[in-house]
């Protein structure tokens, strides 16, 4: 039974579109995360937040956007989209003690930019 | 500072035979280490964690972990491979500050022979 929702689950898209991909939790969790995740499998963080109206960039640099208006939903956005884009995007939210309990994690959204 | 090294990218066995996938970790405070497996086109589910108790810690699906402060291991085992165990898995790392996030490693894909 997941706990934090990404829509949609695929995505074919032209190169230029705009685009949002969709996280919710109903976790009522604080911190929320995204993960870029190539072929290769390493997944690279490129955004995070703790709170609303609280957002950082992550390790990877990244195009996308995020918001955090309200606790439950992390959006990320890309404001022209390119076939460098094209990756498995993670979302990821955790309680304020992270160490102790790790990430729950959605089931993802597969973007391919054509 | 955290990280974790995984060794080997892809690792192969028969079904029947033992599982190791090998994990080791830097950190300069006591860590939480925690170990994830993602099927395909799935996200991120978290098999077992070491928080400080146990060092044998026993996971889902059969799967457990030993922490080895000596040899700053957290290798991941399992007595016998099920083909359903082919899967990618994630071994990962956090300091036991609230502020901390997770740092994962880059992943092992398991595969099960007939």
């Known amino acids: 039974e997941a706990d934090i929702y990404q829509t949609p689950r695929y995505l074919v898209i032209g190169t230029g579109k705009k685009i949002t991909l969709e996280c919710s939790q109903t976790m009522g969790h604080d911190k929320m995360y995204w993960y870029q995740q190539d072929p290769g499998m390493e997944l690279h963080l490129i955004h995070y937040?703790?709170?609303?109206?609280?957002?950082e960039k992550g390790d990877l640099s990244s195009e996308s956007t995020v918001s955090r208006i309200r606790t439950e939903h992390f959006p990320l956005t890309l404001e022209s989209a390119r076939p460098s884009h094209t990756s498995q995007y993670l979302c990821?939210?955790?309680?304020?003690?992270?160490?102790?309990?790790?990430?729950?994690f959605g089931s993802g959204t597969r973007l391919t930019v054509v | 500072a955290q990280s974790v090294t995984q060794l080997g990218s892809h690792v192969s066995v028969s079904e029947g035979a033992l599982v190791l996938l090998r994990c080791n970790y830097s950190s300069s405070v006591p860590p939480y280490l925690f170990w994830y497996v993602q099927y395909p086109n799935q996200g991120l589910q978290l098999l077992l964690k070491?928080?400080?108790?146990?060092?044998l810690v026993k996971g889902i699906n059969g799967f457990e972990a030993e922490f080895k402060k000596s040899e700053t291991s957290f290798h991941l085992t399992k007595p016998s491979a099920h083909m359903s165990d082919a899967a990618e898995y994630f071994c990962a790392v956090s300091a036991s500050s609230s502020a901390s996030k997770i740092i994962f490693g880059s992943g092992t894909r398991l595969s099960i022979r007939p």
């Open positions: 937040s703790y709170g609303v109206n609280s957002t």
């Open positions: 990821a939210s955790s309680e304020a003690r992270a160490q102790n309990y790790g990430y729950t």
């Open positions: 070491y928080t400080s108790a146990a060092t």
